[in-house]
């Protein structure tokens, strides 16, 4: 009935295809903050029809056909897996998944995948630390870990395409049983070291004249599915099943408390959906006889290692399995699908890293929620190390009103990341993430010279500036900057090596292709510049 679905670019009038086409290709890709006019063309005239993508319905537009319908699809700034289903009569006659790829002069979809399993992968580390799980458990409400949620979706295709290559091709072992069978339905070898016991057990009969025991001992031999790792992929599909139906039920009863919550409501569906997928690859004939495993902590064994199937398995399980577990906590409370948010926290966990990879260690880490006015809802995150401490979205209020004197003179401040040194008199760099690129930069750093000018403390009626250096952080992959920092325009200015170095303030590059070592030596050239 439906002949082809073309997306249209509203800017560019570019014309790409998502059915019939055997597979996207980069002239099909799509990308955050774009609009586009949805296009489906049918074979005949059609009835109250409906579009839905990520589970909101769009405006349906004037056609001047009959066998075609327009749509207008205005999308944000979101990335990620997303659902396009098209109804007629509220029946469901067309559904495919759709990737949104970041902006493409900010991140490629796969640095934002590593921008994810980052986040994951140094959260997890953090909140082993335990002081995160005192803050969850004294009230802080962070029952809608969206970060995970998310992470499931992105990589469900995966996984059950890896489930399913294993349950195709599957690792077996050859087990030999030894079971009585009466004479006429005897089948296989007898086993002649049990003749006597078989006589013993079931008596003797008469057999063309010789006696033979009633039940002949035969062995068996068996091809045996329940092995340690199809028992730990059993766990797994099981485990993520409970927990998404777990999540589920937790982000509706959320939706019920606070009136207007669209967005939860629609990540409860996605999480009942997905929770349901999982459980019915754990129903698949090939699980029924296989026993059950008791923790998430699998061993690389030989099958795991060698076995490419079960390798990919393996690989996928061990970064869905960071953060479900009871220790972790659910500690992100934010929809993974808002690029800018994702972008911001993930600069906070990088700097992290490129510290550890510096030597310092983290010897506390806290989370607890951001009670200002300004910031409702969200979460601060502190890092305390041996000489300083890193925060996330750190409230800085009035001075006179801050437990150190620290603070603003004019109103609250909330940078992203703040780092402070006890040790050169309190002395604070700071960090600002934008997810902005090329000349949007120019508005951005703005707010560097806010925070530098307006975070003080006083001394002896002497009012002190503590920001001693401020940088914004961008996706954005600055050209060569040999030349004399006087000879560049903005925003390309704010990235040269020696104007960073001459004001303490200026632009970093971060990106996930930034190797550690990069971020690491930016870093310990802004640390060496700290006053003594």
Not at 116 to 140: D, K, N
Request: hydrophobic share 35%; proline share 4%.
């Amino acid at each position: 009935m439906i002949k082809q679905i073309e997306l249209i670019e509203t800017r560019s009038k570019t014309r790409k295809r998502i059915w019939p086409n055997h597979q996207l290709d980069e002239d099909t890709k799509f990308y955050e903050n774009e609009e586009y006019l949805v296009e489906v063309t049918y074979s005949r005239a059609t009835n109250n029809t409906a579009l839905c993508i990520d589970d909101s319905e769009l405006l349906a537009l004037r056609s001047n056909q009959n066998n075609v319908d327009l749509w207008q699809w205005k999308v944000g700034f979101i990335a990620g897996s997303i659902d396009f289903e098209l109804f007629e009569n509220t029946k469901t006659i067309f559904c495919k998944k759709l990737i949104l790829s970041p902006s493409k002069s900010k991140l490629t979809y796969t640095e934002f995948e590593v921008m994810l399993s980052q986040i994951l992968q140094e959260s997890t580390e953090l909140f082993s630390l335990g002081e995160s799980r005192i803050s969850i458990s004294e009230g802080v409400d962070y029952s809608t870990p969206l970060t995970k949620l998310e992470y499931l979706r992105v990589n469900f295709n995966s996984i059950l395409l890896c489930v399913n290559e294993i349950i195709d091709n599957p690792i077996s072992y050859l087990r030999s049983n030894i079971e009585y069978q009466e004479l006429s339905k005897f089948t296989g070898a007898v086993d002649p070291t049990r003749i006597t016991e078989a006589h013993s057990i079931y008596g003797t009969v008469k057999v063309n004249q010789k006696l033979l025991p009633a039940k002949l001992p035969v062995k068996i031999c068996n091809s045996e599915l329940d092995i340690y790792e199809h028992r730990c992929i059993k766990h797994c599909l099981s485990v993520w099943a409970s927990w998404l139906l777990f999540t589920a039920k937790q982000i509706k009863k959320r939706t019920k408390k606070k009136r207007g919550e669209e967005t939860l409501l629609k990540w409860a569906k996605r999480a009942f959906k997905l929770s349901s997928s999982f459980e019915q690859l754990v129903q698949n004939d090939f699980f029924r006889d296989i026993n059950t495993f008791d923790s998430l902590l699998i061993e690389p064994t030989h099958i795991f290692s060698s076995t490419p199937q079960y390798r990919k398995f393996f690989e996928i399980q061990k970064k869905v399995n960071l953060g479900i577990g009871n220790s972790l906590g659910d500690y992100l409370q934010m929809p993974l699908a808002r690029t800018y948010k994702l972008y911001e926290i993930w600069c906070y966990y990088r700097v992290i890293s490129a510290m550890k990879f510096l030597g310092y260690g983290v010897r506390k880490f806290s989370i607890k929620e951001n009670t200002s006015p300004l910031n409702k809802g969200s979460i601060i995150l502190s890092a305390t190390f041996d000489d300083f401490s890193l925060h996330f979205q750190r409230n800085y209020d009035e001075y006179w009103k801050s437990d150190d004197g620290i603070g603003s003179y004019s109103r609250t401040m909330i940078p992203d990341i703040s780092l402070q040194v006890p040790s050169s008199d309190d002395s604070i760099i700071i960090f600002d993430a934008k997810y902005r690129v090329e000349t949007s930069l120019n508005e951005a750093i703005s707010s560097s010279h806010m925070y530098r000018d307006a975070i003080v403390c006083e001394d002896n009626d002497e009012i002190t500036r503590k920001v001693v250096g401020a940088y914004l952080l961008s996706p954005s992959i600055p050209s060569d900057s040999a030349g004399n920092w006087m000879d560049e325009s903005s925003p390309k200015v704010f990235f040269h090596p020696a104007y960073v170095k001459k004001f303490q303030f200026g632009i970093m590059s971060l990106n996930p292709s930034s190797s550690i070592e990069k971020v690491a030596e930016v870093l310990k050239r802004i640390l060496s510049s700290l006053p003594s």
